[in-house]
Structures are given as C-alpha cells and as structure tokens.
C-alpha cells in the first residue's frame, strides 16, 4: 500500500478526492508561491521571499471536545528560532477556524 501526501512535483497529476478532477499545479495556476524543486534535488530552491507561516493550534472548537494542546508555544518558540536567523519572516496564527486556514 502507497502513503498518500499532499506533495507533488510539478507537472504530475494528481487525483483530487472530491469530484475526480485531476490537477496539475504549475507557478502560474497555483494559489501560492510556489518554486519547483526537482526531486531529485539533494537542497529545497528557497530563492524568492522566505515566509514561514505557524497555525499553533492550542485550543480547539468546543465541538470537537478535544482539551487544549500543552506546550505548543514552545514549538512555536523553536521554529521562529530556527528560521528568524534564516532570513524569513515568521507569522504566527493562533488557534485559526478551518475557514481561516483555508483563506
């Protein structure tokens, strides 16, 4: 059995779970930034602006009856230390709605 992820090179379809629709991302059909890196490259391509965007995700709906997450701040902590010295900026969203992250 094959592990199913979000990642995909560009120019490969892809099946989406909604509808059958194939997609094929490429720079300028992308709703993000995106830079190819080929994969069989040993380094990511991060020429271009460097943003690092963090959804700490602490507390949930009370619909969903899931207690808060301890110590997500410390995460938080360490990825802007590791990528604020970098260059990139980092934003940090705080308990986003799914409509959120999705926008």
């Not at 994969?39 to 965007?53: A, Q």
């Not at 604020?84 to 992250?101: A, N, Y």
Request: with cysteine; glycine share 6%.
């Amino acid at each position: 059995m094959g592990v199913e992820s979000d990642a995909i090179p560009f120019g490969q379809p892809r099946e989406r779970s909604r509808g059958g629709s194939v997609v094929v991302p490429t720079p300028e059909t992308s709703p993000v930034p995106v830079v190819p890196t080929p994969e069989t490259s040993p380094h990511y391509i991060t020429s271009g602006p460097k943003r690092c965007l963090v959804f700490n995700h602490k507390t949930f709906h009370k619909n969903h009856e899931v207690e808060p997450r301890e110590g997500t701040e410390h995460d938080v902590t360490a990825i802007k230390e590791t990528f604020q010295p970098l260059g990139w900026t980092v934003e940090i969203i705080e308990d986003p709605t799914c409509s959120k992250v999705r926008d």
